[in-house]
């Protein structure tokens, strides 16, 4: 069956330390990688995507992912972790074999970033 | 990014009553939207694929007449909660895709915030 995991409900970062939230997945076939932000109350933001190539992608607010075939993870990491980063993260998949656009979500991490 | 809109972004109403949401991508056409539910502790429930002028696709368990979905245009679709009850409170969010390949994107729209007295 076609799954994510994000084993971390929570992460608790200093600010100005480097930070990861843990993403593995399992999908028939090769995956199509996603990672969105919810802040509170709002809807999710599209932060970066892997679908092909290199396996070290780049988003939005400074945000990277590296994508390992072999231990299936998609980790979000950023080097220097600001306050305005906390936030609700989301890992998604699509496996290259699926017909339909559906994701399939991982619980959320919540990331909290102490000054 | 592609801009997704919803509203109302917040809608308190009576028990028994109905309540319609839109969904709008105002910069791309999408001929394919989700509706998902998002409870207290967080996690995303897909509640249906709403394609546009088709019916709409309803994940298990979830009661199509009670949660009627249309997609009249290839930005617009509505989610409309009958007969509300307070058990349907809830946020309600929107997504929309951008292309027509599984490899695009889904932009979301900021959500509906649904309390039913």
């Known amino acids: 069956a076609q799954s994510v995991a994000q084993p971390e409900d929570q992460v608790n970062v200093a600010e100005g330390n480097p930070l990861t939230v843990k993403c593995t997945y399992s999908?028939?076939?090769?995956?199509?990688l996603f990672w969105y932000v919810q802040y509170p109350n709002r809807g999710l933001q599209f932060l970066l995507k892997y679908i092909t190539g290199d396996n070290l992608v780049k988003g939005s607010y400074g945000f990277e992912a590296e994508f390992n075939k072999s231990q299936t993870s998609f980790h979000l990491k950023k080097p220097s972790a600001l306050v305005s980063d906390s936030a609700l993260y989301f890992c998604a998949v699509r496996g290259e074999m699926d017909s339909n656009y559906q994701l399939i979500w991982g619980a959320g991490t919540k990331l909290i970033i102490k000054p | 990014g592609a801009v997704v809109s919803q509203h109302p972004s917040r809608v308190i109403c009576k028990s028994g009553t109905s309540v319609k949401i839109e969904c709008r991508s105002l910069?791309?056409?999408?001929?394919?939207m989700f509706w998902y539910r998002q409870f207290p502790k967080k996690s995303l429930m897909l509640m249906a694929t709403?394609?546009?002028?088709?019916?709409?696709?309803?994940e298990q368990g979830v009661e199509k007449d009670k949660f009627l979905i249309n997609h009249a245009s290839l930005t617009l679709s509505t989610l409309t909660v009958t007969s509300a009850h307070p058990e349907d409170s809830s946020f309600y969010i929107c997504?929309?895709?951008?292309?027509?390949?599984?490899?695009?994107?889904?932009?979301f729209g900021p959500g509906t915030r649904l309390t039913v007295l």
């Open positions: 709403s394609n546009e002028g088709s019916k709409a696709t309803y």
């Open positions: 910069d791309f056409q999408a001929t394919t």
């Open positions: 997504s929309a895709y951008r292309g027509r390949w599984t490899t695009d994107t889904q932009y």
């Open positions: 999908v028939s076939g090769n995956p199509y």
